[in-house]
């Protein structure tokens, strides 16, 4: 199956921008839409946006529209959260995930998951 190695994580001041990086590697033919999942302490895992492989349709949770935006590099296998006008509401463990669906906003919909990465922003 599709590996996913997340990078870019880490402490920033509100207001500022952060751009996440999920790296896949392996077999990537069984994945239609690679997805982006946040879950901050005490919270359930929320839906933060998708993109599709193949036509690049994108579409986000609502307390991210307008500031959060995912791109993908088809050639590179690698997927981006771009994060911008950061809040500290912000802050939780962001997690890159892989699915076999089109346009899936579900957690059960992703087959497999990035190892999580910790993005902080400070007031």
């Known amino acids: 199956q599709v590996q996913l190695v997340e990078s870019g994580g880490g402490l920033v001041q509100a207001g500022g921008s952060l751009r996440l990086s999920c790296a896949a590697s392996?077999?990537?033919?069984?994945?239609?839409?690679m997805g982006w999942f946040r879950q901050a302490p005490g919270k359930e895992r929320e839906f933060v946006g998708y993109?599709?492989?193949?036509?690049?349709?994108?579409d986000y949770g609502d307390s991210v529209k307008g500031r959060f935006a995912i791109s993908r590099d088809n050639v590179k296998n690698t997927v981006y959260l771009q994060m911008s006008s950061l809040k500290p509401e912000d802050t939780a463990v962001y997690y890159c995930a892989a699915s076999r669906l089109l346009y899936p906003r579900e957690r059960p919909s992703y087959d497999n998951w990035g190892q999580g990465t910790q993005v902080t922003v400070s007031s």
């Open positions: 993109i599709t492989w193949s036509g690049g349709r994108t």
């Open positions: 392996g077999r990537t033919f069984p994945t239609l839409t």
